[in-house]
């Protein structure tokens, strides 16, 4: 084999490595948060994708949309943007299944262009016509609400609402969630099956981190039947709330 076709069979074998190596170029990714608590529904919320960033090396594209029900309440709070973990396909559940206060969440981790885009509730839409229809109801009243704590959670917005008779147990946490430029925190209130955190076992959604306090609610939270009427305004420890907003 002479000299030029030696350096022909090694320049074959270095192309033929470079195309075996990894795709190092960095990705473009959707870059956005987003936290709503007001006038939430299914069919009604869009998250508008107006900027994007530029990743490192090696990183890809996340979205994660967290989902929370309670009652008639509902919230989300929802985090794009650059990420290390490995890549992922879409993956919807619930958290927390109803009956009572439901937290469910969407995620995904991808590497193509811009490729965390969604900007519906439809994954949502899909996971609960999945679940069963909860009738039966107990005896039991529940301050019911989510979302800040100045804002859709102030006392005189705080509604109270009979509990299933599989969830007839009253909660109240605060949350606070972080990622990036995320960091929202709020209430929960509603009904459960049992009053401990209710994401105990979720230190991380994605890349969002999760801080949970329970609250204490005031003895008059037990009201049976025959005490229907709100009556004053619902009482909650705040000392973890002002703990988690620091």
Request: aromatic share 8%; charged share 15%.
């Amino acid at each position: 084999m002479g000299l030029q076709d030696l350096r022909s069979l090694q320049l074959l074998c270095l192309l033929e490595a470079i195309s075996l190596l990894p795709w190092t170029e960095a990705l473009l990714c959707y870059e956005a948060t987003a936290s709503a608590f007001r006038a939430v529904t299914l069919h009604n919320w869009k998250w508008l994708l107006l900027r994007s960033m530029v990743c490192k090396l090696r990183e890809g594209c996340e979205e994660t949309i967290v989902y929370i029900e309670t009652g008639t309440s509902r919230g989300i709070v929802s985090f794009k943007g650059c990420t290390s973990a490995l890549s992922y396909p879409p993956q919807i559940s619930y958290l927390v299944s109803p009956p009572g206060v439901s937290i469910s969440s969407y995620s995904q981790v991808c590497r193509t262009y811009l490729c965390n885009n969604i900007t519906n509730l439809e994954p949502f839409v899909r996971l609960k016509s999945t679940e069963p229809k909860y009738t039966v109801s107990s005896t039991k009243f529940c301050p019911t609400c989510v979302g800040r704590l100045d804002q859709e959670c102030l006392p005189d917005f705080i509604s109270t609402q009979t509990c299933p008779f599989t969830a007839s147990s009253c909660y109240s946490s605060t949350l606070k969630l972080q990622a990036g430029n995320l960091n929202t925190t709020f209430l929960i209130m509603g009904c459960v099956r049992e009053s401990h955190k209710l994401l105990a076992d979720f230190q991380h959604i994605g890349s969002i981190r999760v801080f949970e306090a329970v609250n204490v609610l005031e003895k008059s939270q037990a009201v049976g039947a025959g005490h229907r009427s709100p009556g004053p305004p619902w009482i909650l420890l705040l000392f973890p709330v002002l703990i988690l907003s620091t």
